[in-house]
């Protein structure tokens, strides 16, 4: 049987969550008589190489519902992505200290940990029960109804798109915001549910699941600049052609000037600014703003959905009940069982681990700048309580009285 | 005495709370029996030209109640600046229309609007009371203790900043994080609140109000990062050399290549890539990012001081209050009276219109790349209840085994 040492880490990028899991596996693992000590790695993988540890056993229940409801990771985390000899050292580390349960929180690359590192265990006959918690704002691990950390950043960019319709209504012109997931869209289609009236943007949509054509947008950008008077867009990180070349670089390059010349292409402005110069350059459009939302959208503190953070703890309570009640290693992942609950499984780590979902066809539009019915559906109830909503005055128009 | 017409407009930049002051002024003429009917103007001065108004008693109350709490300008605003020949023609639609009292909520330009329109009137002989409602998400009003707007966009940017700090601990590197505010650093200052541990950052601040040095601000850095290892950086959109010349500029032109070429260097995301590419190759730190919070602090939903909320309600209140009980015009100011409450004063147009407030010396360190604990306690009571708030897990360390 495994002994009584749990170590649990977080990986990969912070959510606003990500400490519920984390708070969910320490309260959770001291209902175990058997537990002696719950140790946490600070920064993930790289703690555990080296060595450095915390006792969690040693919080108390009060602190540890405060970091709970602090975004971010507490434990610290990190971008080292291990391969066979990193995880063997990883091994080596939970032996010397005895661990018999290993917990790490994360994304895909987290879930290949786990699956090397219980590789390991099995190979050397040692007795270690490993468990992936899924974590990430890009939705994309398979398996899962959906990941925690994606409805709370699905809230900032659907409140963020809802406010900036309402600036664009205001002072009209063309607004374009860019939003993380370089390979799945959930995270920009979050954008549709900003909207509440009919005219209401965001009026495209570009996900890095369509092909992106340039002349196609701004064919798309002027249809709705008429109709409108006004366009707000929402476009992925990750939007490219049909060679899979991001179009960042693309306009750089068709701009025949050095435009960002050395400046890196992702994670930063770029794309916004590009897309906001060209349509500015070919469609004539003189008041034309972008934004990229940047490490606003997984870090900003006070958007959080109370959907995610109870399942985000959730994930982190079955973790240790699977460990403790079950008999293999794998990876928690959430089903949907109703509208709105959910329930929990463990499924194999293999069946996660180097995979990666993208939004589903009945999810995307067919004119592919709009998401369906069905993904409002899918995303609404996962927001959770509290979304802030907008209301305009009635239209009650005076008669002229001077240009009648 | 002025007739029982009043109308109301929004100019400028939106704020959260700008509906706030629309539907204060509405709800409160309502409570005037001289009053009998409530326009309102859409897209500002614009609006009154074309002679596009609502009828704003016809609204109800409910629905009012709904507008004040949506941010952005319900009405509508716009970004023409009125020069006398403007005005002349503002004057004459009141006129026609026979409108007895002007509300025009805005900043500097909507002030300087009111004024000429006051003029034109006084001129004419014509009788009306016009009154200015401030506002303006940079605080750069004079006269006043703080605008209506400014709140809410602070509490945006000190929650984005305790964030992004949250982020920066888990995945150290350098983060700079560029704040609107052309002249005045009151925005970029309020990243400071977002700060709880004395290791927190942000851990520089960089204002329009002090000249910015390139080399000064990578020594700050390094020695930051060293103490630190890590450094998260605000600045202002603002920052100029000696000469006044934009840093983007600058930057663009030392890199000696055509770094967003012909893309603008403000309102966008130039600023903060070329410091992160400054730092990249200077100092030599690999993870460097940058974000532009452009539009988002301004226009998110569901960031509000609720303080904020009630003071842009009462300045609306008091504006009718003013113009009815009042026998000149002017412009409403907020007086602070306590730690922390406010009072109302009429201020004389002029001594609004066409100045500029910047940040007070007493309210920046000596070293010019923080705040000082005066700013802190003007602006905590502003930032209104229910600040999410960041907690950490206590440190208590695990002996190593392996690596003794």
Not at 219 to 245: F, N, P, Q, W
Request: with cysteine.
């Amino acid at each position: 049987m495994a002994s009584g040492k749990i170590l649990v880490a977080q990986g990969g990028g912070p959510t606003a969550v990500i400490n519920q899991s984390l708070v969910g596996v320490a309260l959770e693992a001291r209902r175990f008589g058997q537990i002696g000590h719950i140790y946490g790695a600070r920064h993930g993988v790289r703690g555990i190489i080296d060595e450095d540890f915390v006792d969690l056993t040693q919080e108390t229940s009060h602190n540890l519902e405060l970091v709970a409801n602090t975004p971010s990771s507490a434990l610290g985390s990190t971008r080292d992505k291990p391969d066979a000899a990193y995880c063997h050292e990883i091994f080596k580390v939970l032996q010397a200290h005895q661990i018999g349960h290993f917990f790490y929180i994360g994304g895909n690359d987290s879930s290949d940990t786990v699956r090397i590192v219980s590789q390991e265990a099995q190979a050397a006959n040692y007795d270690l029960r490993c468990i992936h918690i899924p974590k990430t704002i890009d939705n994309d691990l398979v398996g899962n109804d959906h990941t925690p950390g994606f409805p709370s950043a699905a809230r900032f960019v659907a409140q963020a798109f809802a406010g900036a319709n309402l600036d664009n209504a205001a002072l009209p012109g063309v607004y374009v915001g860019v939003v993380m997931g370089r390979h799945a869209g959930f995270l920009t289609a979050a954008s549709a549910l900003g909207k509440k009236f009919p005219d209401d943007g965001p009026h495209l949509i570009y996900l890095p699941e369509r092909v992106f054509d340039l002349n196609k947008f701004l064919l798309d950008v002027k249809t709705m600049y008429e109709r409108h008077g006004r366009c707000v867009i929402a476009v992925s990180e990750g939007i490219h052609d049909a060679s899979g070349t991001p179009i960042a670089a693309l306009l750089a390059k068709e701009m025949e000037h050095d435009a960002h010349g050395n400046v890196q292409l992702s994670g930063n402005g770029a794309l916004a600014d590009l897309l906001c110069e060209e349509i500015k350059a070919k469609l004539k459009i003189k008041r034309v703003r972008g934004d990229t939302f940047g490490y606003l959208q997984r870090s900003f503190i006070g958007c959080v959905s109370d959907v995610d953070q109870r399942e985000a703890r959730e994930v982190g309570e079955k973790a240790v009940q699977f460990a403790m009640w079950g008999s293999r290693d794998g990876s928690v992942a959430i089903k949907r069982t109703g509208f709105y609950s959910v329930d929990y499984e463990l499924l194999p780590v293999e069946d996660v681990a180097g995979k990666t979902r993208v939004m589903e066809d009945e999810f995307i539009a067919a004119n592919g700048t709009d998401v369906t019915d069905a993904f409002r559906m899918y995303l609404r109830p996962l927001l959770g309580s509290g979304m802030p909503d907008a209301f305009r005055l009635r239209h009650n128009p005076v008669a002229k009285v001077l240009h009648k």
